[in-house]
């Protein structure tokens, strides 16, 4: 089985072959075919995947490219994770967002509205390239908005293309955890979009236990969430959140520490990753060592200004392993093998969060078998969480006209309307200092 990765020459790749090499099932994945615009960045992956490899029998064979058709020939499985613009985009989007006043974290608020609006067209290409190319392979997409970036692929390879993102998987494992379930045993009641979402119950042999957390003070307090938001709020909610809507519920106190902050979290990756990739390009550097003290760094640092604004301290050890990767893999076997399994995924909402039309693709439990991944039906989102949910999806919907269209004037009404950013001139403001520093908006007329 081919799987192809684009953005072959990312630096979370090795976690995905990682994963692939402890799969020994029938029906498995043998051929890793890397994609990148940058050959540099492949080699360097490669010589990271080389040594995952060494003295692994039967390892996937890897192969690498800057050829986009020549990768996607003869697909089964494509996974997206590019990233248009680079870690310097992504630093020019929250400086950009922040010299305004709010906020610019990558997915959220201003920010994920710049990375939309240069990624989509670039990911809607994609889409129309797959559809062409490799019609019967299954797209998984972990390119961030991920949930805005999978309904722009939808548009064009209709429910074969699913988005998958570690932010539930990792909060239902604390929450389980906290709670003495295992986690493949416990139902997690999770809804919302991509990186706005609710645990609204965890269920254990037919029992939700989530009452017990929120009663309980000490326990609430004995994990990433319960810290981050606080026990009395998470209390008044009647839910745990996902970690992104720190960035909703404390926005001033965020933005400020963000300002205060010595180098954003993309200038901080940007040149992080740079030496990584000058040094591991040393053919007699230990590349797996350097990639793996690289990422201890970037996942201990993980939304850092969040964790100082609430006081939550450090993060726990158990919360450094990744989980997206494992998803990915959950989702392929699910699919290739018929291995009826349930994950939080992002699809086309089919009815399944009545506020919104069937169209919109939304992060609720999926049940995935061979025919693809079918979202199971959930009970209402509250009031509160409701008016979120469809103001964001208006703004995502606002940024795939813009892409679509071209018009600047649809691309402002997008900030404009975004509930982080609270001004229409602003939002004016916003697009020229993007359009002025990113080469990817130059469409927007």
């Known amino acids: 089985m081919k799987l192809t990765i684009l953005g072959g020459g990312g630096f979370r790749v090795p976690l995905v072959y990682g994963a692939l090499l402890g799969d020994h099932a029938e029906g498995r994945v043998t051929q890793v075919v890397l994609h990148d615009l940058d050959d540099s960045r492949l080699y360097a992956i490669a010589r990271v995947l080389a040594a995952q490899a060494a003295g692994v029998p039967d390892a996937p064979e890897v192969s690498a490219t800057t050829d986009l058709d020549e990768a996607l020939h003869g697909a089964d499985f494509v996974f997206s994770a590019i990233r248009v613009g680079g870690l310097e985009g992504r630093a020019n989007d929250e400086r950009v967002a922040l010299a305004e006043g709010v906020l610019g974290q990558e997915t959220v608020g201003a920010g994920g509205i710049a990375y939309g609006l240069r990624t989509v067209p670039v990911a809607v290409g994609i889409a129309r390239r797959v559809a062409r190319l490799a019609p019967d392979a299954w797209v998984i997409n972990f390119t961030n908005p991920a949930g805005l ?128 990739y000058a040094d591991v390009t040393d053919p007699d550097a230990p590349a797996l060592d350097l990639w793996n003290r690289t990422r201890t760094e970037r996942e201990t640092t993980y939304m850092a200004e969040n964790r100082e604004t609430a006081g939550a301290g450090e993060r726990d050890e158990d919360d450094l392993s990744g989980g997206y990767e494992k998803v990915a893999l959950a989702l392929m076997g699910a699919i290739a093998r018929d291995e009826r399994t349930t994950l939080i995924l992002n699809v086309r909402n089919r009815g399944t969060l009545s506020p919104l039309d069937a169209e ?48 600047r004037a649809t691309a402002v009404k997008a900030f404009a309307l975004h509930p982080l950013v609270d001004s229409v001139n602003v939002a004016r403001r916003l697009v020229d200092g993007y359009t002025a520093v990113h080469p990817g908006l130059a469409y927007l007329t």
């Open 360 to 407: 919109a693709v939304v992060e609720v439990p999926c049940v995935v078998d061979a025919n693809g991944a079918h979202p199971v039906s959930v009970d209402p989102l509250p009031d509160h969480a409701t008016g979120l949910v469809r103001a964001v999806k208006a703004v995502e919907r606002d940024v795939l006209a813009a892409a679509e269209s071209g018009s």
């Open 149 to 276: 970036v999978t309904e722009a692929m939808s548009r064009h390879l209709g429910d074969r293309v699913i988005g998958i993102c570690d932010s539930p998987v990792g909060l239902g494992r604390r929450i389980a955890r906290v709670l003495g379930a295992p986690p493949r045993e416990a139902w997690i009641d999770y809804a919302g979009l991509n990186h706005l979402g609710w645990v609204r119950g965890l269920r254990v042999a037919g029992r939700d236990e989530l009452p017990r957390l929120l009663a309980d003070p000490e326990l609430l307090g004995s994990f990433e969430e319960g810290r981050l938001f606080g026990a009395d709020w998470l209390r008044s909610l009647g839910a745990i959140p996902n970690e992104y809507l720190h960035y909703y519920y404390f926005n001033r106190e965020t933005v400020r520490a963000y300002q205060r902050a010595e180098r954003t979290r993309g200038a901080f990756l940007h040149d992080q990753q740079a030496r990584f």
